[in-house]
């Protein structure tokens, strides 16, 4: 029960996150390092997973 609490939490960080880079006025390098950051979160999140 804890465990899908957490994971909508970090679903709705990381949605937040894809939108304020989305409306940001970075450049676009910095966008890219930023949304490969998350995908890597996401990638090693998953991992983790299927090793519990």
């Not at 989305?22 to 995908?39: F, H, P, Q, W, Y």
């Not at 979160?41 to 519990?52: E, G, N």
């Amino acid at each position: 029960m804890i465990s899908k609490i957490l994971d909508i939490i970090t679903w709705i960080i990381l949605t937040d996150l894809v939108i304020e880079l989305a409306l940001s006025k970075e450049s676009i390098a910095n966008r890219i390092i930023a949304l490969m950051l998350i995908l890597i979160f996401l990638v090693l999140d998953r991992i983790s997973r299927k090793l519990r």
